[in-house]
Structure formats: structure tokens, C-alpha cells
């Protein structure tokens, strides 16, 4: 289950929405009901939520027939996290005046938050499609997806937070909502994977992955040979057991294995750009620049937004001597992955070398601000990461 911390929406953008006309006047009480009404305004514009609540029920005892004064006490439930509370004023709300514009979002709303996931989940999806505001949509979306999460309903949930990365790519619930699907996707995956086919070669490069997640590169390289062994033609397998043995030990023997599993690898697949990339690297670390270009330069022509490659490239055109060639490069690395710190030290070399000081300066000094925020979150990165490549490293 997803354990969201959900943003409630703002008591103000929920009343100015929809739910604050006035409740319908009765000859016996329209001054009394008015001054309620002004002292609940007045307590909502101070967060002052209990007194809002007050002013609200006595209003109720002398119009008990106003929907709009069940709605607004609803929301001013809502807002204290008085979820079945809530959902009991929306109901009444929606009884007396089925209509109510906003209501049934708010019904559905509190009825999620109360645990009550079948009941909301239709409320919540009219919500979602169709909201007041671009707060409700999102509020509507997140309970949605979490909704759909408890309900197993997968296919849902996914469509869900599509549209919700669409819409707010930057909001930390999302994409931790949409961490947490795809976590609990692949943990069902490999679950079926483990019942299905316990001694399948992709089950041994999973285990290898999930070694390499943890650094055991030694136990991983076991894993993809046993993968391998099982399926010699398993497509990523040779790449994957070369970036284990690259990221293994340093030694020219290890190398020269890992550089022939690569050019098995593309014998297989021979339009696979992450294999081109990590032959470039081979090129790389044999101070071998010219031929490293070429082979990042293929894995470029294979695949033009490859932040890696390009990044790999950029450094390859500034020791031959290129700077000019590297910052195009650099500045879409840049651009494609703009928090990708290794992306930005090397495009302040690029810039240095072709005599543009300033703009040296300003990515330097973005380098040093990235390298500071990211340095605790490398590891974690590091385990979760989808391409199991030799990523670019300031060296």
C-alpha cells in the first residue's frame, strides 16, 4: 500500500470554487444565519477551523436544508482530517441538492481518505477527468492512484500517473507515487519470474542487477555467466557481463574480456547504442581518444539523446583538441539531463578551452553546486538506475 503525503487542498481555493453562496434565507432567521456565515468567513480567512465548524453547525440548526452550509462544513472537516466527518456533511450535501457543483469530488475525496477505496474511486475518476481547479485535479489524481494502488487495479494506475507526470513532471508526490508503482510492478515481476522460471538465464541477469545495484561485482559477473550459459544468444547479456568486469578490476586482461563481450554482444545486436558507448569507453581508458570518438559517435547515430554518450563524446572532442565540436555536445547532455553534474564540469572544460572564461565559470560553479547536492544521493541513484552502463565520472 502506498503511504502518500497527500496535500489537502486549500481551504480558500475549495469555498471560493463552488461552496460559498450564501445558504438559502428563511423569513424567521436571515440575520442570524447572516452573521454565522460572515463569522465562519471570517475564521476560515484566519485558519481558525474549529470556530469555522462552530459557526457552521449553527447555521445548520436554523437552515438544516442548506446543502451549501453542509458543503462548507464538510470541507472544513476535510481540512481537519475529519475524513468521515466529512464525507457524512458531502452526502448530506449532495442529497438535499444532487447537483452541487464540487461536492461529489470532495465526497469522493473524503470517502478515499476514510479508507472507503470502492465508493470513491468513480467520484475520484469524475474528479480527475473533470476538475474545478488545477489544485482538485491533482488532489483528485494523487487519492486516484493511491485508490487504485490498494485495489490492485495496475492498468488504472498506470494511466493515472502518466497523465499526472504529463502534468506535473517536478511534484514530489507524483513521482513518488510513480516510484513506488514501478516498484511494486517489477517486485510482482520477479515474484512471477521466481514461480515461473526459477533457473531461467533472465532470472540469473536479474540477480545480476541486483548485484551490481549493491556492488558485488564479483557475485554479479557469476550470475551473468550462468545467464549466459543457459542462453549465449540472451540479448544484453555479454553487455551487461562486460560492464560487471569493467567496473570489477582495472586489469588489461579483465578489459580485453569485457571488450570481447561487447563485440559478441553486437554481433547480436549490432544496432545496440549502449554496447557502442561502452566499447568507446574501452577506447577511453586505453588513452585510445580518435577511436573512442567513433564508437561514441555510433552510439549517438543509434540513439541522438543518450546523455552518456553525448557526454562521453564532448570529452573525447576536448583531448583531441575540439572544444568548439564538444560544447554542442555538452550543451544537449546539458539540456537532456540538466542535473547531471559530470555533464556540466565538462562543458565548463569545453568553454575554457574555447576561451569563453564566463561561461566557464558559471557551469564550474554549477558543477560544484550539483556535485554538493547529488554526493549523498549517489549510492541510492547508483541501486536504481534502468541502463546498466558505465556512467560518465569526473576523472
Avoid at 494506475?157 to 513521482?175: D, F, K, M, S
Avoid at 515474484?191 to 545495484?213: M, W
Avoid at 553534474?341 to 564550474?364: H, K, P, T, W
Wanted: proline share 5%; aromatic share 6%.
Amino acid at each position: 500500500m502506498i503511504r502518500l503525503r497527500i496535500a489537502c487542498l486549500t481551504l480558500a481555493g475549495c469555498l471560493s470554487v463552488a461552496l460559498n453562496a450564501l445558504p438559502p434565507e428563511q423569513p424567521a432567521t436571515p440575520a442570524a444565519s447572516r452573521a454565522h456565515y460572515q463569522r465562519a468567513q471570517d475564521a476560515l480567512a484566519g485558519k481558525r477551523y474549529p470556530e469555522a465548524a462552530r459557526e457552521f453547525r449553527e447555521l445548520l440548526r436554523l437552515n438544516p436544508n442548506s446543502a451549501e452550509a453542509h458543503a462548507n462544513l464538510g470541507t472544513v472537516y476535510y481540512a481537519q482530517g475529519k475524513y468521515p466527518e466529512a464525507t457524512a456533511s458531502f452526502e448530506k450535501a449532495l442529497k438535499i441538492r444532487p447537483g452541487l457543483k464540487g461536492a461529489d469530488a470532495l465526497l469522493g475525496m473524503s470517502l478515499a481518505r476514510a479508507g472507503r477505496i470502492e465508493q470513491a474511486m468513480p467520484l475520484l475518476e469524475k474528479g480527475f477527468r473533470s476538475p474545478l481547479s488545477d489544485e482538485w485535479k491533482l488532489e483528485a489524481g494523487l487519492l486516484l492512484g493511491d485508490a487504485a494502488q490498494r485495489a490492485n487495479d495496475f492498468g488504472r494506475l498506470q494511466q493515472v500517473i502518466a497523465e499526472l507526470e504529463r502534468l506535473y513532471p517536478t511534484n514530489t508526490e507524483v513521482l513518488y507515487l510513480s516510484y513506488r508503482m514501478h516498484a511494486t510492478l517489477g517486485a510482482r515481476a520477479v515474484a512471477g519470474l521466481v514461480k515461473s522460471a526459477p533457473d531461467s538465464a533472465r532470472l540469473h541477469q536479474l540477480a545480476g542487477e541486483f548485484l551490481e545495484g549493491e556492488a558485488d561485482f564479483a557475485t554479479a559477473i557469476t550470475q551473468y555467466r550462468k545467464a549466459l550459459e543457459i542462453e549465449p544468444g540472451l540479448p544484453g547479456g555479454h553487455r551487461a557481463l562486460g560492464v560487471a568486469l569493467m567496473n570489477h578490476s582495472t586489469d588489461e586482461a579483465t578489459r580485453r574480456e569485457a571488450e570481447d563481450h561487447f563485440r559478441k554482444e553486437l554481433s547480436i545486436n549490432p544496432n545496440d547504442a549502449a554496447t557502442e558507448y561502452q566499447l568507446g569507453e574501452m577506447f577511453w581508458l586505453r588513452n585510445q581518444a580518435k577511436d573512442a570518438l567513433s564508437h561514441f559517435t555510433r552510439a549517438l547515430q543509434l540513439q541522438p539523446s543518450f546523455p552518456d554518450a553525448l557526454i562521453a563524446a564532448g570529452k573525447a572532442q576536448i583531448a583531441l583538441g575540439q572544444p568548439a565540436q564538444a560544447i554542442a555536445l555538452l550543451e544537449k547532455a546539458a539540456a537532456l539531463d540538466p542535473a547531471n553534474d559530470v555533464a556540466r564540469y565538462r562543458l565548463a572544460q569545453a568553454y575554457q578551452g574555447s576561451g569563453n572564461r564566463q561561461a566557464a565559470d558559471r557551469e564550474f560553479a554549477e558543477f560544484r553546486r550539483l556535485r554538493t547536492s547529488l554526493e549523498s544521493l549517489r549510492t541510492l541513484y547508483r541501486q536504481i538506475q534502468e541502463t546498466r552502463i558505465t556512467a560518465q565520472r569526473v576523472d
